[in-house]
């Protein structure tokens, strides 16, 4: 004769089997990672042109073939509502973003055992430098800013956080670093805060810049920039994301991938 116990057991069973399936696959591989960018060209990680793509694209699309089948979907959109979405929950993550205690509040950086950071998972390092006005009377040794003008920045990016630690007069209007340059050009700004390598790529590119504006040093900082998750996505997604960091920080020491980026940089850090 069956006992009570037996029969309970056997009923409930099926909803137990049910439950452990539906755990496992919250906690499994997801289909596609939603990813977004800036939809501005920002020299060398990201370019518009789809037949010339920049660093960090090549470097999702080699993500792609080592994740066992997970899609990587790239979405670009201006920075700002990138940055709104990924706290929203409405994309799974963003590539290119520097560590901020904001961004922190609704995304998971990949970190040490002490909850810092861990720069040797990053996407790869830049730095931001002051381009003023040439003659123009700002000045930066590297940890006192001296000026009165206002100076530019484009949407949404970090780098005006550390301006206006160091006093300055900001205005964060515009989306490219194009933009932000010319309104230096033309004496809107007395400087602006861009990453180097897009700036100088700039200045060598437009004529209208060229003679007008001149780099300051040293730079303003060094930062680690990387693929940051939205906290949702973590929790459901944890080991598939962390997967992306170390493939990430294999991937940008290996002589493989530094050959596809040869081009558009001379060394990879």
């Known amino acids: ?38 939809n501005e060209d920002a020299f060398p990680w990201l370019l518009k042109d789809k037949d010339k793509p920049g660093y960090s694209q090549i470097m999702m699309a ?3 073939k080592q994740l066992g089948g997970v899609k990587i979907k790239l979405l670009a959109m201006p920075w700002k509502q990138c940055l709104s979405e990924l706290k929203a929950a409405k994309v799974d993550g963003a590539m290119n973003a520097s560590f901020s205690a904001e961004r922190a509040e609704f995304a998971q950086y990949p970190v040490k055992l002490d909850g810092e950071p861990d720069p040797t998972k990053r996407m790869y390092r830049a730095t931001y430098a002051l381009y003023k006005a040439k003659g123009s009377a700002l000045s930066w040794d590297g940890k006192t800013l001296t000026t009165s003008g206002v100076i530019g920045a484009q949407t949404g990016f970090s780098i005006v956080a550390q301006l206006k630690q160091l006093g300055a007069k900001t205005e964060d209007s515009s989306p490219t670093a194009d933009e932000v340059l010319n309104r230096v050009a033309a004496g809107r700004y007395v400087a602006a805060a861009v990453q180097t390598t897009e700036a100088d790529n700039s200045l060598a590119a ?5 003679g007008k504006i001149e780099r300051v040093n040293p730079p303003l900082v060094d930062k680690p920039y990387y693929t940051i998750f939205a906290k949702p996505f973590f929790a459901k997604h944890g080991q598939t994301a962390r997967e992306v960091w170390r493939l990430q920080g294999k991937m940008r020491e290996s002589p493989e991938f530094k050959g596809q980026v040869s081009h558009l940089m001379k060394s990879v850090d």
């Not at 116990?5 to 089997?17: G, K």
């Not at 452990?20 to 990813?35: F, K, L, R, S, W």
């Not at 437009?206 to 060229?210: E, F, H, S, T, Y």
């Open 1 to 38: 004769m069956m006992s009570k116990r037996t029969s309970l057991t056997r009923s409930l069973l099926p909803a137990l089997l049910s439950f452990m399936g539906a755990a496992a696959q919250a906690q499994g591989t997801p289909e596609v990672i939603n990813i977004c960018h800036e």
């Open 62 to 64: 080699q993500l792609e």
């Open 206 to 210: 437009i004529p209208a810049l060229q």
